[in-house]
Each structure stands twice: as C-alpha cells, then as structure tokens.
C-alpha cells in the first residue's frame, strides 16, 4: 500500500481549482456557499488556511494545540491592501495544498500532531485525509453557491472515508456517502445525519511499542496481501494480522465496526517497523465482554513485546466503562502464547484438550463475584 496522502491532497486540490476557476467573474464575497454560513470567498480562504495549520501541525510537530496563526488575504485586514481577487484566493489554495502535500510527503509515518477528534492527534494519513475531506466538502458548497457541477473522483471519496470514517458503513457511491456523512445529502435506506464527526485512528503506547490503530483502507490492504502503509520486519506480516485485517474489512463493510475494538499494528520504537498485530475479535457484548487475539511476525519472538503490548491493550480497555472482561484463547502447545497472556495478567478459566482460556478482569466499585 504505497503512500499516496500527498498525491491525493494535490489531485483534490487541482481537481477544486479547475472547476472554480471557471467562475472567478462571479463576486465570492456577495454569493453564499451552500451548507455553511460563510460567503464563497469566506469559504475558499477557510480551505487555504486549513490545509496550511494542518501542514504546520505536521511540521511543527505540535502536540497539545493548534499552532497560533492563520492566513489573513490581501485587502482582508486593516492594511489598506486591496483586496485579492478570485484568481488569486485559488492560487493561495493551489499553495496550500502543495505545502500540505509536501508536509504529508516528508513526515515519518510514525509522527502524531494534535488534532482534537477524536483521541486528540492524527498521522500523516490522517491529515491528508482531513485535508482531502475539506476540500472535497467546501468545494461542493461553493459550487453549489455559484450553481456549477462538481463531482470529484470516487477514489478519492473512497479514501476519505476508508481512512477517517470508519464507523460509515460504505455504499455503492462514495461521493454520496461522503456528503450523506457530512450532513449534506440524502442516502437511501439511512437516516439524515444532523451532527458528525471524522475519526482518526487511536493510538496507545506500549513501552517499546505504539499500538497503532488500522483503518478500513490500510486493513483491506492487508486482507489482500499488502503492506497496510506499514514497513515490516522480515517474514511480516503474520498469517492471523491479515486474518484479522480481514475481520476488520469485513466490520466496516457492514457498518458494524468500532475502530477501537478493531485491530492494532505494534510498531517499534527503535527503527518504525512493525513486528505484529493485535486487537478484538468484536465490540463488547452486553455484559462487558471481550476477546483479544495477537501475533508477532517470528523475527519479533522472543523479545517480550507480546507482553507489553498486552498489558498496554489490556489496561486500556478496563480503564472503559463498556468493558468488564477481557478473553483470550491459546492452543494448548502453545506455551510461549501461553506465558504471554499469563504475564499480562490473564488466568486460566477453561481447558477443553485443545485450547486453553483465559480471562482478565478488573474489579470497579460494586462489583461482585
């Protein structure tokens, strides 16, 4: 799965430019943008200045807060300056598109900036997404305030919503669903959407580890035999990554997955690589519980990252209120699963000559035996 965030930022960015600027003769400022509040033009310098913090995010690193500052347009302020044109608000959009490209192109995989939704920082997929999404939405609003016909290309829709909305079940048109999920349009069968959000994917540290969380797209990648956008040790990844990669496919495709009880890459530390995958085998049930599976690529065996991610998943998930029970099921000559999930915390409830179960739980308040 080849880093396509930056090529796909500028080819949303180009395809927007091309259809707006056959409208620059009409005055932005007096026409309003569908969906929003704002003008035309209040809404093309919205875009710009997104994809330049979401660019600064990345590249400065930030981590607690937006970066302080914002594009202000010629003849916006109290300068004097005249005021900029349509050709010109679409040049500083074509510029800000290619500094998030550049951004999203030059940034370590690894790199998480602040983003508020929803588990307060996103990746450098996550930015482009988001960024693709703005354009992509904005640039509906506008055209429908200057009546001009744009339909951006499903791949890109696809990927917007494979990457930051994995809790929307996927429909047969992607630019649809993409603007039923934004609350700008019907879709049959599904209720109109009054209030949403995107979702970029969680992460948790885990000693020498990060648990990455994979979206729908990375996990049809890996269902498929490919990377998942993530470098691998040798011999990775393992068989039962891409089987769960297929379970997490499979959840998104019919609107039933919840991306933190989804599947989790370990990525280390050290060199970025990733050594194996672990996560759920679904949501809790009613009564608070849940399954855990794992596996590490064979070059990663034997080192305890097993253990640490485990009990890092493990601790996050009992901290939850949805959460009271956390299962684990090890074949039974497999003792160095086995001591994993003993190490981790887990005891052994069941043997049925096959396999053996396990079970962790954390005690709250008013719990009884």
Known sequence: MAD??????????????????????????????????????????????????????LAGRARDAYLPFEIVLDGDGDDGSE?????????VLETTGALLAAAVRTTPREVRAFHPYPFRSANRDGFAAMGVAEVLLHTHDIAEGLGLDYVPSADLCGYVLGTIFPHVQPA??????????????DLPGRARVTDWRWSNNLVLPAGRLTLEGVTPLAAADLAAGGDGGFTWVDGG????????????????????????????????????RAVGGMGFHGVPDEE??????????????????????????????????????LFATVDRDNTPSQRVVERAGFT?????????????RRARPGDTA
Do not use: I
């Not at 052994?348 to 396999?355: I, P």
């Open 4 to 57: 396509m965030g930056g090529e796909r930022v500028q080819q949303a960015v180009a395809g927007a430019v091309a259809v707006l600027r056959t409208a620059t003769d009409h005055d932005w400022r007096a026409v309003g943008a569908g969906g929003v509040t704002w003008s035309c033009r209040e809404t093309a310098r919205h875009v710009a200045g997104v994809l330049l913090a979401y660019a600064g995010q």
């Open 83 to 91: 005021p900029t044109g349509n050709d010109g608000v679409l040049d």
């Open 172 to 185: 047969a048109d992607p630019w649809r669903t993409l603007l039923w999920a934004t609350g700008r349009g």
């Open 237 to 272: 990844p393992f068989e039962g990554t891409r089987e769960a990669a297929g379970m997490t496919a499979k959840a998104y495709e019919a609107g039933v997955h919840r991306p933190e009880f989804g599947l989790f890459v370990l990525v280390r530390h050290e060199d970025g």
């Open 288 to 325: 608070g519980r849940a399954e855990v599976g794992y596996d590490l690529t064979e070059a990663a065996r034997g080192r305890g990252y097993a253990t640490e991610a485990l009990r890092a998943l493990a601790a996050w998930a009992l901290a939850r209120e949805d959460v009271r029970t």
């Open 348 to 360: 052994r409830v069941s043997d049925d000559g096959k396999q053996l179960a396990y079970a962790l």
